[in-house]
């Protein structure tokens, strides 16, 4: 009962990304302009596809889905590490950061799903034009995007609860800039065998799943796209599905660096640029790789933005697969 309540009073230290204050007032700069543009890039795209009655589609939704996951994700973290990097407190209560790892772990396992979700969307949009309507209807794509939100926030209770058992007894110095199931497991004192089997079996199913899910969505796409006929639509449909494709490698192959590996050979310096990676530089690049080749919203934004040019261009009712992902 005492080692508990010793637990739960302890702070516990962040440590920053470098303890050069030159350094630290440049990554504020980047990091701080990489969230800013996360938050405005990702908050014109959901009140855009909620505002645009044309943009009510399964692949709008799930993308305003991404957008809205995207703010959440990385407000969870970056405000704490760009205090931290302009002097303010690195400490952080324990209650405080089993929030941060819960809210954290529930935004991570959620947007698996959710780009999983989207290649799908792809794929019978692509593969199966026809059957696309009766697919992915309005009460399917309901049940989905529920189903996403609630898997994620749900298995995440697990890992926070398997973490927050742990016994803290040593360090109490996180090498890390916000809280996560690693740099936690490495501080704890006692044996974490239990913790890293739960990562590697629900994680690591959740995690693979989605990634294969994705995977084979995009093989059908593109094998789709390399019988299509015309040159132009080839090309164009090529280009935005290696953006689509960047988005989805960068993501999955950081958070299976990060969390797919003994947390013995863990090393300070290249996991929190993994992180940053997956943190910090994929909400903000999000809304550009998903936002600036699409035709629909680029109308929808410039109609939202110019209320008095109602102009010629028309948002166009029909899924034209060669421009719609
Ligand atoms: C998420 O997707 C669902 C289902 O398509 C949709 O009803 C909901 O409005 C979306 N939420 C946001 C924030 O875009």
């Known amino acids: 009962m005492n080692r508990i309540n010793w637990t739960l009073e302890e702070d516990f230290t962040l440590a920053g990304l470098s ?5 630290q007032h440049f990554l504020f700069v980047i990091f701080l302009f990489l969230y800013l543009m996360s938050i405005c890039g990702n908050l014109t795209i959901t009140t855009t596809i909620w505002m645009e ?3 009510h589609t399964p692949m709008y939704f799930f993308l305003g889905n991404l957008s809205f996951l995207d703010i959440c994700y990385s407000s969870v973290t970056v405000p704490k590490m760009l205090l931290t990097l302009v002097g303010g407190s690195s400490e952080i209560s324990y209650k405080g950061c089993m929030a941060q790892l819960y809210f954290y772990i529930s935004c991570c396992s959620t947007e698996c799903l959710l780009l999983s979700i989207m290649g799908f969307d792809r794929y019978v949009a692509i593969c199966h034009p026809m059957h696309y309507t009766t697919i992915m209807n309005k009460r399917t794509c309901l049940q989905m995007a529920s189903g996403l939100w609630l898997i994620g926030f749900a298995t995440s209770i697990i890992h926070t609860v398997f973490t927050a058992r742990l016994p803290y007894c040593n360090s109490r110095m996180m090498s890390h800039f916000f809280c996560d199931i690693p740099p936690m497991l490495k501080l704890a004192c006692s044996d974490t065998f239990l913790n890293k089997v739960l990562i ?9 799943s989605s990634f294969v899910l994705t995977l084979i969505s995009y093989i059908k796409i593109i094998s789709a796209i390399l019988k299509m006929h015309t040159k132009v639509g080839r090309s164009r449909a090529f280009s935005t599905c290696a953006s689509h494709l960047v988005v989805v490698l960068i993501f999955f192959g950081s958070i299976s660096f990060m969390y797919m590996r003994p947390t013995s050979n863990y090393s300070l310096e290249q996991d929190q640029l993994v992180s940053l990676l ?3 530089v994929t909400p903000a690049l999000n809304p550009i790789i998903y936002t600036l080749r699409n035709k629909e919203v680029k109308n929808a934004l410039k109609k939202t933005f110019n209320k008095h040019d109602q102009g010629p261009h028309v948002i166009g009712d029909n899924i034209n697969p060669e421009e719609d992902y």
Request: net charge positive; glycine share 16%.
């Open 19 to 23: 303890s050069n204050h030159r350094i």
């Open 278 to 280: 997956y943190a910090v």
């Open 200 to 208: 590697l079996t629900a994680g690591g199913f959740l995690g693979l």
């Open 53 to 55: 009655r044309k943009l």
